[in-house]
């Protein structure tokens, strides 16, 4: 008898019902990496150049400023060079020429792309004050070399600074959104743990499986019959009564006599565990309380079914 009362338990969920409503596994937002392979498209494109010219070493490029070879020279925050060399230059074979391919269009690189380079500023060597002094007549040679710097602003790493905060922040608040879902368990601790079984699956329980407690069944045959006839017993002035006590040992048959009740009666009943009513956070077995009685007055009839009930005076009693 009390293995066929553990059984009943065990299907009193519904066929499909998971175990674990919290939402499932979190899956990142494809909207994100759709948007994050974007703008790394759109970086790769914005930073694509047909090539910058060839490398050369920086005490090479040093000599060549002093040969007359270089025509122009542009320093890049500090510490990189691009520079192009003179035409007279390349044609005399005493550079050689880059070859930067071609650009997105399929156009071969001109003249000009091709007598590019590029180098590395040292620190122990103030370039500003050395191509001054070759302008002003120090250099062997009269070409003058046209000298600028620039700034520039790594866009990418100023617009990573506010964009990784913001995606963190905003898959953090998809998470959680997804765990405050119908179902989850994070948020709802106030919440009710009651079991909803339908009428329809106790059908083949009633008094006729539950073997011996004769005296129990008769207590509990005048609740079945106000459940049923209801007008019955209030046409007379009669009221339903408030609860049933069960009290036995373990595995004595009360929660198949509770089942077969609801069964005999054809309503559903909510079944839930005392202990769920007892919590580490002060209020919360109240609330699930007031969660629990409140579902089962918007869906009157039905039968509350609370196990194991002792556990909460076992508490108090022991705290005090």
């Known amino acids: 008898m009390a293995q066929q009362g553990r059984q009943n338990d065990n299907s009193d969920k519904k066929p499909g019902a998971s175990g674990n409503d919290g939402g499932g596994n979190f899956q990142f937002p494809k909207w994100l990496l759709l948007a994050a392979a974007v703008f790394l498209g759109v970086h790769l494109l914005w930073n694509w150049a047909p090539g910058g010219g060839q490398e050369v070493e920086y005490s090479r490029f040093l000599d060549q400023v002093e040969q007359g070879l270089v025509k122009e020279v542009e320093i890049v925050n500090g510490t990189s060079i691009e520079g192009t060399y003179t035409q007279d230059a390349v044609q005399s074979g005493k550079v050689e020429p880059a070859d930067p391919g071609s650009d997105l269009l399929g156009n071969p690189a001109s003249g000009e792309e091709r007598r590019r380079f590029t180098t590395t500023k040292t620190d122990d060597h103030d370039l500003t004050d050395f191509l001054r002094e070759y302008n002003q007549g120090a250099g062997a040679s009269d070409q003058q070399v046209a000298f600028s710097a620039r700034q520039e602003e790594n866009w990418l790493g100023s617009l990573l600074v506010w964009l990784i905060p913001i995606g963190l922040l905003v898959v953090l608040w998809l998470y959680f959104m997804r765990k405050m879902s119908p179902g989850s368990q994070v948020l709802n601790i106030g919440k009710s743990k009651d079991k909803v079984t339908e009428a329809e699956e106790h059908h083949d329980v009633d008094f006729e499986d539950v073997a011996g407690l004769d005296e129990a069944k008769e207590e509990v045959v005048e609740v079945v019959e106000f459940l049923k006839n209801p007008e019955k017993f209030t046409k007379l002035g009669g009221e339903l009564p408030k609860g049933v006590l069960l009290v036995g040992q373990p595995g004595t048959g009360k929660t198949l006599m509770a089942k077969a009740v609801a069964g005999e009666a054809g309503v559903p009943f909510f079944s839930l565990s005392g202990s769920d009513f007892?919590?580490?956070?002060?209020?919360?077995?109240?609330?699930?309380?007031?969660?629990?009685?409140?579902?089962?007055?918007?869906?009157?009839?039905?039968?509350?079914?609370?196990?194991?009930?002792?556990?909460?005076?076992?508490?108090?009693?022991?705290?005090?």
């Open 278 to 320: 007892v919590e580490m956070f002060v209020g919360v077995g109240a609330s699930r309380v007031r969660d629990l009685f409140k579902k089962a007055k918007e869906e009157a009839p039905w039968i509350i079914f609370i196990d194991e009930i002792d556990a909460i005076g076992r508490s108090r009693g022991r705290n005090s």
